[in-house]
């Protein structure tokens, strides 16, 4: 019952960012370099969020639990990974813009960099633990 109620959540949760993300791209004019990543940002957390749910709900159609014991080893592993992403991606970004441009970033497109490069090293590293296994 608990597998459902929360699988039931994530689908509804997923449905109302996908609405409210159509909504905010038909009220903007004109999308800007921030713009860009803030959404490049919730597609990959409304594209992982997808797969997981979606990977659930096919479990608990078979008759099995939501979520067995592998596919937890794999969620912390990819966590890691995507932690040490992360921590590496917030120093490369700057580093790398300061070197190239010779000025440095602004907070809020580091913060951009670490969420998008940390997402999608989870979301890769998940989808590859979850079918190959330790």
Same mark, same amino acid.
């Given at each position: #019952?608990?597998?459902? !109620?929360?699988?039931?959540? +994530?689908?509804?949760?997923? /449905? ?9 791209? &038909? ?14 940002? /919730?597609?990959?957390?409304? !594209? ?35 932690? !040490? ?10 580093? &790398? ?9 602004? &907070? ?6 670490? /969420?998008?490069?940390? +997402? #999608?090293?989870? #979301? ?11």
């Amino acid at each position: #019952m608990k597998d459902k !109620i929360t699988t039931i959540l +994530g689908v509804g949760i997923a /449905v109302c960012v996908i609405f409210t993300l159509i909504i905010y791209l &038909g009220a903007k004019e004109s999308i800007e370099e921030f713009d860009l990543f803030s959404i490049l940002i /919730v597609l990959i957390l409304v !594209i992982t969020s997808i797969y997981l749910v979606w990977d659930r709900v096919k479990n608990l159609k078979a008759g099995l639990p939501a979520q067995d014991e592998r596919l937890k080893l794999a969620g912390y592993k990819a966590g890691y990974y995507g932690f !040490i992403a992360a921590i590496w991606s917030s120093i490369i970004s700057n580093l &790398g813009y300061n070197i190239l441009f010779d000025q440095e970033l602004r &907070g809020g497109l580091v913060t951009a960099a670490v /969420v998008l490069v940390s +997402g #999608m090293v989870f #979301m890769i590293s998940f989808i590859y633990f979850s079918r190959k296994g330790n």
